[in-house]
């Protein structure tokens, strides 16, 4: 059975740091690209990081880049976001995901493109 499951998540204030894991099970992705992306109360899930296999092309959307950080680690089978200088407007549900398309040079920013998906960590920051 595949699983991806996140942690990490919490309460901050408005300019603190958090870092979210994803570990995944039953499988390894160390061929595959993954992806972060977070949905708000009452929005659409919105993309916010990707990375391809080898960790050589991380993606951000433009609302994060300068303050998250993607990267994996494929003997341990994770992958984390490094997320500085947080704002209220970040407060969502974190879910990661995985292509199982393999060897792709640089991640999907198409939610419907991911296969496998972790069940969320709330990152709530107040302001």
């Known amino acids: 059975q595949v699983q991806l499951v996140e942690s990490g998540g919490g309460l901050v204030q408005a300019g603190g740091s958090l870092r979210l894991s994803c570990a995944a099970s039953g499988r390894t992705f160390s061929s595959n690209a993954m992806a972060w992306f977070r949905q708000a109360p009452g929005k659409e899930r919105e993309f916010v990081a990707t990375?391809?296999?080898?960790?050589?092309?991380?993606y951000y959307a433009d609302a994060v880049k300068g303050r998250f950080t993607i990267s994996r680690d494929n003997a341990k089978n994770t992958m984390y976001l490094q997320m500085n200088s947080l704002k209220p407007e970040d407060t969502a549900v974190y879910y990661c995901?995985?292509?199982?398309?393999?060897?792709?040079?640089?991640?999907?920013?198409?939610?419907?493109?991911?296969?496998?998906w972790g069940q969320g960590t709330q990152v709530t920051v107040s302001s």
């Open positions: 995901a995985a292509d199982i398309t393999p060897w792709m040079l640089t991640g999907r920013r198409d939610a419907e493109q991911y296969d496998y």
């Open positions: 990375i391809n296999w080898s960790g050589s092309a991380p």
